[in-house]
C-alpha cells in the first residue's frame, strides 16, 4: 500500500485532488491511502504518528507555506518524495532546492498529475512489489521485494532473510538458488556465490573476497566475480526502475 498525504488551504480542492490522484493510482493497480490537511502545522505533527511515501504539496498557503514545511521537514530528514502543486509557477525557482520529485502547476494540473503518477508508478513499481515464497511449514507468505536482503543455501536447503533479519526455509521441492535467479532477475538480485543470491539494496561495499552488508554482515563471493558482481551493482544503482 502506497501512503500519501494532500496538503492543502482550500478544502473543496482538497476533495476534488484526492479522487483525482485516487483514481489515477487505480489504473496503475496500486492501492493507496490518502490522507489530507488543510493546514501544514496539522501535516507536521502527524508525522509523529504516520509515515508517508508521497506527499503533494500546495506552497501558497497562509501560516506556513509548502517551502517552510519542506525546510522543515528537511532539517528533520523526513524520508518521503515531495511533489509540490501550486497556481503560481514563479514559485518553481524556490521550490527546486529541495529536489521535489515534481512541480504540479494547478492550471495544467490533470495532464501533469497523470504524468507524474505515470512516472512516479514506473520509478517505484519494485519498490512496492510483492513476491511470493512458499514455507517448508506450509505458509505462503507475501514480502515487499525491497525487504528481502537474501536468499542463500545450506546443505541444499534454501532460506531467505527479510529486513527484520528474520530467516525462514523455503519449499525444498519447489525452490533452489538457480530457480530464484530466474524469479527475481530483474528485481534487482545478484547472485554473489553459489550459495547467495543477494538484493543489492543492502550492499554496502564490495572486495575481492566478500560483499560488506548494510546490517554489519559479511557475505563470501565467488572467486575472480569481483568485477563483474561490482558491474552488476553499479547497473542496478544507475537505473531508476529497480531503485
Known amino acids: 500500500m502506497l501512503r500519501i498525504a494532500i496538503v492543502d488551504d482550500e478544502n473543496k480542492f482538497l476533495a476534488f485532488y484526492k479522487r483525482m490522484v485516487a483514481e489515477t493510482f487505480s489504473e496503475y493497480h496500486v492501492i493507496v491511502e490518502l490522507t489530507t490537511f488543510n493546514n501544514g502545522n496539522i501535516f507536521i505533527k502527524s508525522l509523529s504518528r504516520n509515515k508517508y511515501d508521497l506527499v503533494f504539496m500546495d506552497i501558497d498557503m497562509p501560516e506556513l507555506s509548502g517551502i517552510d514545511i519542506a525546510a522543515e521537514l528537511r532539517n528533520n530528514n523526513a524520508n518521503f518524495d515531495l511533489i509540490f502543486v501550486s497556481a503560481h509557477p514563479h514559485f518553481v525557482f524556490e521550490a527546486i532546492k529541495f529536489t521535489p520529485y515534481r ?28 513476491f ?3 514455507l517448508q511449514n506450509g505458509d505462503s507468505i ?13 546443505r541444499h536447503n534454501v ?25 527475481t532477475k530483474e528485481l534487482g538480485f545478484i547472485r554473489v556465490h553459489k550459495s547467495y543470491l543477494v538484493n543489492y539494496r543492502y550492499i554496502k561495499n564490495i572486495n575481492a573476497k566478500l560483499l560488506f552488508m548494510s546490517d554489519g554482515s559479511e557475505i563470501p563471493i565467488s572467486h575472480g566475480k569481483k568485477t563483474e558482481i561490482q558491474q552488476q551493482f553499479m547497473e542496478l544503482l544507475r ?5
Open 103 to 130: 512541480f504540479i502547476r494547478k492550471t495544467n494540473l490533470k495532464t501533469e498529475t497523470i504524468e507524474a503518477i505515470d512516472s512516479y508508478c514506473n520509478r517505484t513499481q519494485i519498490k512496492f512489489k510483492m
Open 132 to 134: 511470493s515464497l512458499e
Open 159 to 183: 532460506y531467505y532473510t527479510n529486513k527484520s533479519e528474520k530467516d525462514a526455509r523455503l519449499l525444498s521441492r519447489k525452490y533452489s538458488l538457480s530457480r530464484l535467479e530466474l524469479l
Open 239 to 243: 537505473n531508476d526502475d529497480v531503485i
Open 142 to 154: 507475501n514480502e515487499k521485494v525491497n525487504d528481502i536482503v537474501q536468499f542463500f543455501t545450506i
